[in-house]
């Protein structure tokens, strides 16, 4: 199985929401993960003995997190790479995508070929969870409403949950209210 992970290059960052996270193991097919935080948040994948990718624009956020998946004893492939241009990446399609805090940083153009990377490396049934700031929070940039997430994965994708969320922060002592999103890639109305 192959894992794609990544980051926005934050190692001290934001993590996961609190006690959440998606109830089951990524499939077969590999999955990605893009996520913020500490390098223990983001292993679970290869603990789990998924092979690993991950993808960042920061290098030295490459090289900190291979570093600390080695002290771990694991692995993982990591390649300097915008998030943007998945549609660059070649080999074999992947079974499961985690996006967290990615999403919400992208708008318009950005976002819709982020969308359109996440389609054409993610193999038909597969599955995408992402995790990203909502507009219920005030005091946050790139803030994300259900209608962006909705109008987004429109065409293509099967929404099989969107939940809030609590997003544990450095800086938000509560957290910061996000979206946690399950979605299942179709190709209907979309090309594969």
Wanted: charged content about 20%; hydrophobic content about 35%; aromatic content about 6%.
């Amino acid at each position: 199985m192959r894992m794609l992970s990544g980051h926005r290059g934050t190692s001290g960052g934001p993590s996961p929401p609190s006690s959440r996270s998606p109830g089951r193991a990524p499939s077969a097919g590999g999955s990605w993960t893009w996520a913020a935080g500490p390098v223990s948040t983001r292993s679970w994948p290869a603990q789990l003995g998924l092979d690993v990718t991950g993808i960042d624009l920061d290098e030295a956020a490459l090289l900190i997190a291979g570093r600390k998946l080695a002290e771990r004893g694991l692995t993982a492939r990591f390649l300097h790479l915008d998030a943007r241009r998945l549609t660059e990446l070649d080999g074999e399609p992947f079974g499961t995508v985690t996006d967290c805090e990615l999403f919400h940083i992208l708008d318009g153009a950005d976002r819709a070929e982020y969308v359109h990377g996440l389609g054409s490396g993610l193999r038909p049934g597969g599955r995408y969870f992402m995790l990203c700031y909502s507009d219920a929070q005030p005091d946050v940039p790139h803030r994300v409403s259900l209608g962006d997430i909705l109008a987004a994965f429109a065409a293509g994708w099967r929404i099989d949950s969107i939940e809030p969320a609590t997003i544990d922060t450095n800086v938000h002592h509560t957290g910061v209210r996000g979206w946690l999103a399950a979605l299942t890639r179709t190709c209907e109305d979309a090309p594969c």
